[in-house]
């Protein structure tokens, strides 16, 4: 990884922040960015307290051209949140507040 820039120089780096949704009660909510080697993604993960279930929605356009396909990077967005948090549930912990992972 590039110091300067905080971008990976192969893979993806998934940066997500636990965000404060007023009226979503039951459900936690990861904003951030999938950092590529020549752009930066925007993605949300929502995830259902109840039934762990995780659903990740991002910005398709702003995927450079023969970059990732988006529905990988949706579904290990989405991963990487179900484990993070299924981790802290297992060990009676709260939710992280912060995500951050590196995938090749």
Known sequence: MTQSAGRPSSGARYVLEQTEVEGSPGEFVYRGLVRLPDA???????????????????????????GPRPEELSRTAAALVRSATRSADAHARRPPRKIVRWRG
Not at 43 to 66: H, I, K, S
């Open 40 to 66: 930066d993604v925007p993605v949300e993960v929502r995830l259902a307290e109840a039934t762990g279930a995780a659903t990740a929605t991002l910005d398709a356009a702003a995927v450079p051209p023969g």
